[in-house]
């Protein structure tokens, strides 16, 4: 049983006894009060009765004995005294008889109820002598109730008497019931007493049992703890017999403690075992290691190691064999307790046991040997050795030797371990004495070199004398280039700097460049439009010579406007200035291009003009249109200036296989030609093959150069093939942009290079009129005039030179002229003049410019479809699309050719 269940049962126990005396007490004393309560309740009622009783009869004789002295002769008046005083004694002999009968109720032994009766029997005696006397008195004979009152006294004597005898027995019966209560009380304490006892005597007894058995269970396991011996053994007492109680845990806790403290034992007594070992090798490490020390004979070295290990290991045979400088294994030295020579001398790596060891690195032992083996003798006899082991004898993971031991019993583990951690590391001192022999080898052999060496030393002290001066010279040299070096340093900054200025020079002249064309265009606008007027002689009131003039001024303006653009694209070029828009161009747009620019020239010299285009040729070409117009533009120029007589033909053909060339455009002339030492210098700028101030020929000779870039900046190249005198050919090679026209930079704000020839692609394309100049018949003009009679326009220029030519131009046309000075006067004039059908407005203004008023003027609804033709001086490459998306019906740059404008003026209004 567990101690916790043997405690709760002995302390049910001790509370159940507790319980059952409290019971016992609650009993007895309600037992006890229930007998006073008795006592008190009827004992002393009958007393009290009796005491009253005895009080009435006391009364009613004082009572008679008053009535009796009354004076009752004047009875008249007396008669109500004497009722009163008769009804007094009746009351009180009531009230007796009333106690007398409570008295009888109460009673309850045979003693009383017999005194009772007695006392009833005297009272009854008593009333019966007061009724006695109430009739004397009543018949008037006082005296005689007197004397009946005394002779009867007695009777009232005994009634007080028997009264008061009741009342002495009943206060003895109370005396008694007292002493019977006493006597409960006692023998209840007496009860009470024993009780208690019993119970302490019970518990004391029950706990004495419980501790027992505690007690019991704990001194088992003390006895088996105090047994345990104080050096901890092997073997450790257990505690066997386990109760199931919390001892028992102990006990069990304790048996696996035992049985943890015997492992850790165990483990202890093979450490010490280890240790033993470890010592055993150790000491015998050292001394071994201790014998060798300092030897460097190899002989002696080895003799010395068997000797000392073989009687450590109980050895009967030993050999070392050490490595030589090849592949051999070379006894060295031998042990045999007999002294004999025993071994093979040489082992190669391989062979044999020794030699396997030592080419597997690894050692072998064998417990039973062949009886034959080897025979080891003494004095007393001989016997075959039964154990043998091999071990290689190790230096930096390599084998240096190996050895072999034999013994008559087989080797101790401790044995091998010993003799593998020793060829572990005499390893390192066979290398040392290996080495050392090597050593004095080399010492020998160096002392007879280092004579050879005096001699050779003396021969090239002589030879670095030599040196020395060499270097003193190559010394000089090195310091002279060094200070090359330097000045070339500064040349090069100097150079570097002059780059940077002329980087910076260039962009001045590109800006000055551009700003030159603007100025020089602007006053040219005037010059070509008044000398085209001039020229045309409308009112026919110039002589022929004058007109010839005009047309001179005319003509020298227009190549003074191509000066100024052949420079101005030289010059962007060589600024890089130029960006490349590759579209999608048809062949066949190409070739109208060229007849229309080409035929009349062709017709006015004399010269047949062919277009081919080869069926192979691709249809369209990814390039951009203007630059290569431009290109073949240049050529054919070329060709028909140089050519009198013969062709000029254009071939255009599919291009030879480099990436380069996707299309040919081939221009050949039966021209002039061109030497073959002059072929090299055409492409220069200002190259002119005739440079005399005497030449025949026109132009600037830029447009070679010029063309010459374009074609690099749009991939291609140009080939020229030439003789003299026989005609020249041109060759533009051009590839296909398609793959790189999204990398294409688009520059806007740049200086386009102005060219007429896109504005009047885009006329043909849009109203089919031809505008060449020289072409137009006099019907043409006179027909456009007529058209534009009285219409109004509206110019919007700052420049009044140009106003002024442009007004007298249109006005020869009749129609009429209108002018504002800026964009700002422009709204102002178109708000008061309804009447305006067109404005020509010009870009670049003062106060507000050409775009802003343009957007002004769009804004209001009423001029949506206003046509406004804008005008520029400095060509900007984007004006086209900035002037459209101000608002520009159309644009037209300067210097303006009035018989583009007039043209475009035509269209507009009449659209
Ligand atoms: P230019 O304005 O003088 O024509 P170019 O750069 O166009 O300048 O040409 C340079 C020179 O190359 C010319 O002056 C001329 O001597 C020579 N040249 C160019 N094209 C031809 C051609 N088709 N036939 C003969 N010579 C030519």
């Not at 009535?67 to 004047?74: A, S, Y």
């Not at 009780?195 to 505690?214: A, M, N, P």
């Not at 050096?231 to 049985?259: C, S």
């Not at 570097?496 to 265009?521: P, V």
Request: proline share 2%.
């Amino acid at each position: 049983m567990r101690i916790k269940t043997k405690l709760y049962m002995g302390f049910g126990i001790v509370l159940t006894v507790i319980l059952l005396i409290g019971t016992t007490v609650l009993y007895t004393y309600n037992q006890q009060r229930d007998h006073l309560s008795n006592v008190v309740n009827e004992n002393y009622e009958r007393v009290k009765l009796a005491d009253n009783l005895e009080a009435y009869s006391q009364a009613i004789s004082r009572e008679v004995r008053q009535l009796l002295l009354m004076d009752l002769n004047h009875f008249d008046q007396s008669v109500t005294i004497y009722e009163d005083q008769k009804e007094l004694i009746n009351y009180y002999q009531h009230s007796s008889t009333v106690q007398l009968d409570l008295l009888k109720q109460l009673s309850t032994n045979k003693d009383t109820s017999d005194l009772i009766a007695t006392i009833e029997f005297e009272n009854d005696q008593y009333n019966d002598l007061i009724l006695s006397i109430f009739d004397y008195v009543e018949s008037g004979n006082t005296n005689r109730g007197v004397q009946e009152l005394l002779n009867n006294t007695e009777v009232r004597t005994s009634l007080i008497d028997s009264i008061n005898e009741l009342k002495v027995l009943e206060e003895h019966e109370m005396e008694r019931a007292l002493q019977s209560s006493e006597e409960m009380f006692h023998s209840a304490l007496l009860f009470f007493s024993s009780l208690i006892g019993i119970s302490i005597l019970f518990i004391v007894g029950l706990t004495l049992q419980i501790t027992k058995s505690i007690d019991r269970s704990i001194n088992k396991v003390r006895s088996v703890m105090v047994n345990i011996p104080s050096k901890l053994m092997d073997q450790l007492p257990k505690i066997r017999n386990i109760k199931d109680d919390e001892i028992g845990d102990i006990a069990k806790t304790y048996n696996v403690m035992v049985e943890h403290l015997e492992s850790i034992k165990k483990k202890e007594d093979k450490l010490n075992e280890t240790l033993k070992e470890d010592n055993w090798i150790k000491s015998n490490y050292a001394q071994v290691t201790d014998n060798i020390q300092g030897l460097q004979d190899l002989k002696k070295f080895s003799e010395t190691l068997l000797t000392s290990i073989a009687p450590l290991v109980s050895a009967s045979f030993g050999i070392l064999y050490i490595k030589d400088d090849g592949k051999q294994l070379i006894k060295q030295g031998s042990y045999a307790d007999e002294y004999r020579d025993i071994g093979v001398e040489k082992i190669n790596f391989g062979d044999g046991l020794v030699g396997q060891s030592a080419l597997t690195n690894r050692k072998m032992y064998f417990r039973k040997l062949p009886e034959n083996y080897i025979k080891s003798s003494s004095g007393l006899g001989e016997g075959v050795p039964t154990s043998l082991i091999i071990i290689p004898v190790k230096f930096e993971k390599g084998v240096i030797g190996v050895l072999e031991l034999a013994k008559f019993e087989p080797f101790t583990r401790i044995e091998i371990d010993f003799l593998e951690h020793l060829c572990d590391s005499v390893g390192a001192n066979i290398n040392q004495i290996l080495n050392h022999l090597k050593i004095s080898d080399l010492l020998v052999e160096s002392q007879t070199t280092t004579e050879e060496l005096q001699t050779q030393s003396e021969e090239l002290q002589q030879q670095q004398e030599e040196l020395r001066m060499i270097n003193e010279k190559l010394h000089d040299q090195y310091k002279q280039s060094d200070e090359k070096t330097k000045e070339l340093e500064v040349i090069k900054k100097d150079l570097e700097r002059r780059n940077r200025e002329i980087q910076l020079s260039s962009k001045y002249k590109s800006e000055f460049l551009a700003n030159m064309s603007h100025e020089l265009r602007t006053p040219l606008n005037s010059i070509l439009i008044l000398s085209q007027l001039l020229h045309e002689n409308n009112d026919q009131n110039l002589t022929k010579k004058q007109v010839e003039h005009a047309e001179t001024i005319y003509t020298s303006g227009k190549d003074l406007l191509d000066l100024i653009n052949d420079i101005l694209d030289l010059s962007k070029i060589e600024s890089g200035k130029i960006d490349i828009y590759p579209e999608e161009l048809e062949i066949s747009n190409v070739k109208a291009f060229v007849e229309r620019q080409f035929s009349h020239v062709a017709q006015q010299k004399g010269v047949n003009f062919n277009i081919k285009i080869e069926h192979d040729t691709p249809s369209i070409i990814y390039t951009d249109d203007q630059r290569l117009k431009q290109i073949l533009k240049n050529l054919l120029s070329n060709a028909f200036k140089f050519t009198k007589e013969g062709n000029v033909d254009l071939h255009i053909k599919r291009g030879s296989n480099d990436v380069n060339s996707k299309v040919i455009f081939s221009i050949r002339d039966t021209g002039i030609g061109i030497s073959t030492e002059k072929q090299k210098s055409i492409f220069e700028a200002f190259y002119q093959g005739d440079g005399t101030t005497t030449r025949k020929y026109g132009g600037t000779g830029l447009g070679l150069s010029i063309s010459k870039e374009l074609s690099t900046l749009l991939g291609g190249y140009i080939e020229v093939e030439s003789k003299e005198g026989k005609g020249s050919s041109f060759l533009l090679h051009l590839p296909d942009l398609s793959s790189q026209i999204d990398e294409a930079v688009i520059d806007m704000d740049e200086i386009a290079v102005t060219s007429e020839e896109p504005l009047n692609d885009r006329f043909d394309s849009q109203s089919n009129i031809t505008v060449i100049h020289h072409n137009k018949t006099e019907k043409d003009i006179e027909n456009t005039k007529e058209l534009l009679e009285n219409k109004v326009v509206l110019i919007v220029d700052d420049d009044m030179r140009n106003v002024f030519a442009l007004t007298t131009a249109l006005e020869m046309n009749k129609i009429k002229v209108l002018f504002a000075e800026n964009g700002k006067e422009a709204i102002d004039m178109l708000n008061k003049n309804p009447a305006i059908s067109i404005v020509l407005m010009d870009i670049m203004m003062p106060i507000m410019d050409g775009y802003e008023a343009m957007k002004k003027i769009r804004e209001r609804e009423e001029w949506s479809d206003l046509p406004i033709i804008a005008l520029t001086a400095k060509a900007m490459k984007n004006d086209r699309e900035k002037c459209l998306q101000a608002g520009a019906s159309d644009y037209i740059s300067k210097p303006v050719d009035m018989t583009q404008l007039l043209s475009l003026i035509k269209v507009w209004v009449y659209k």
